[in-house]
């Protein structure tokens, strides 16, 4: 399947299946950090690696990333990336540490890598079981590999085996709110093998579309 032949019908059931894996991943968050949070998916586009890079502030910009590789039935790669402000954010509100900064000692590290890893799992997963449950497609994600580091160095090193079939991703933006002045948006990136791409959209009866 070409990525960029994707119809608006097509593009309108992945932001579906990602708002209600956003109120799955919205619910378990809240329970996490004992406060009320909501996650909605704006928009859902397909874009090409290099608007990746510039979408996150260009390959010099700093950020953190926790690539998953999903293996079954539809092989992929996820990223969920978040700058360096609102991954101290969040964790700060898991730790219930405000002073909190992620060019502190080793141990707190220790910390915040243990709390991005879990929140990396909350809504990796959310979204990849609501996408599962409605395709029936066997979809199981590896342990989240997480990296500070700048976004060219990232992307290029996990995108690398992907980019030989493709040149392009899903973006399903992400936005988190934990009170009225407080959002804090996220980039989801799934980047299907393009063989998976059909099997996804043959499951959901919609391949008809492009």
Known sequence: MDYMKLSSMQLDVLREIGNIGAGNAATSMSKLIDRQIDMQVPSVRIVSFD???????????????????????????????????????LI???????????????NTNEIAISALQELGNIVTGSYLSALSDFTGVNMQPSVPYLSIDMAGAILTAGLLEISQVSDYAIIIDTSISSGLNERIHGHFFLAPEPKSLDKLFDALGINDHV
Not at 52 to 70: C, N
Not at 92 to 106: M, Y
């Open 51 to 89: 608007e990746m890079m510039d979408l996150i502030g260009g390959p010099e910009e700093l950020i953190v990333a926790m690539l998953f590789r999903i293996k079954g039935d539809a092989a992929s790669t996820v990223y969920f990336i978040l700058s360096i402000e609102e991954a101290e954010n």
């Open 92 to 106: 700060q509100k898991i730790t219930q540490d405000n002073n909190f900064s992620l060019s502190a000692d080793e």
